[in-house]
């Protein structure tokens, strides 16, 4: 059973920082794209970063230069490191996977980031 487990988000001021981490199970990692994506309230899911097994990345123009994204193989884990959050990063963080084979693609329960100004 594939599970992919979130942690660390929270509420911030304009300007700080926050990591999430994202812990899979159930799944051969190497195998798979993982990365984030948000939704904010009334808009659609958007990409944030996404990273593979060799460390190509991909982030979301709205937060290039802004947000980190890195994976540890052993504790299969993929991180987001925020950094000078703006109100608008408000929104539920999703963690994804996606099989590179072509398989099933799985999502995380979601965590909230809450930024205020």
């Known amino acids: 059973q594939v599970q992919l487990v979130e942690s660390g988000g929270g509420a911030v001021q304009t300007g700080g920082s926050l990591r999430l981490s994202c812990e899979a199970s159930g799944l051969i990692f190497a195998y798979y794209v993982v990365g984030w994506y948000r939704q904010a309230a009334g808009k659609e899911r958007e990409l944030v970063a996404r990273?593979?097994?060799?460390?190509?990345?991909n982030y979301g123009d709205c937060v290039k230069g802004r947000f980190t994204i890195s994976r540890d193989h052993i504790k299969k884990t993929v991180y987001l490191q925020m950094n000078s959050l703006e109100v608008e990063d408000t929104a539920v963080y999703y963690c994804?996977?996606?099989?590179?084979?072509?398989?099933?693609?799985?999502w995380g329960q979601g965590t909230q980031v809450t930024v205020s100004s």
């Open positions: 990273v593979t097994d060799g460390g190509g990345t």
């Open positions: 994804n996977a996606m099989d590179i084979r072509g398989g099933e693609g799985y």
